[in-house]
């Protein structure tokens, strides 16, 4: 079983910086991809980003030069680096643990989320 907890979230000003941290522990068969999601007040949860176990990285569209997915496989910790923010980043962040297939394809394990709050 893989359990993950998500940090890093708060406020921060329009075209700002945030880093959020996905730190996992446990196991699990063919888990060592990572997901990144934000779901915004009465919006669907949707995928920023996803890095499979090798370091393959995907994005959304609409963080596609603002974000950055990373991991540090010694810490067993994902990273998302976002920069220029915008306050439609404004969601509850959630890490997901998948798996690398052509690129992350999502799990059944979450974490319990992190408030991102852009002011504009």
């Known amino acids: 079983q893989v359990q993950l907890v998500e940090s890093g979230g708060g406020l921060v000003q329009a075209g700002g910086s945030l880093t959020l941290s996905c730190a996992a522990s446990g196991t699990a068969f063919g888990i060592n991809a990572i997901g990144w999601y934000r779901q915004a007040p009465g919006k669907q949860r949707e995928l920023v980003a996803g890095?499979?176990?090798?370091?393959?990285?995907n994005y959304a569209d609409s963080v596609k030069g603002r974000f950055t997915i990373s991991r540090d496989n010694a810490k067993n910790t994902v990273y998302l680096q976002m920069n220029s923010l915008k306050p439609e980043d404004t969601a509850v962040y959630y890490c997901?643990?998948?798996?690398?297939?052509?690129?992350?394809?999502?799990?059944?394990?979450w974490g319990q989320g992190t408030q991102v709050t852009v002011s504009s």
């Open positions: 890095i499979r176990g090798d370091g393959v990285t």
């Open positions: 997901n643990a998948g798996y690398s297939i052509d690129y992350y394809y999502p799990g059944d394990c």
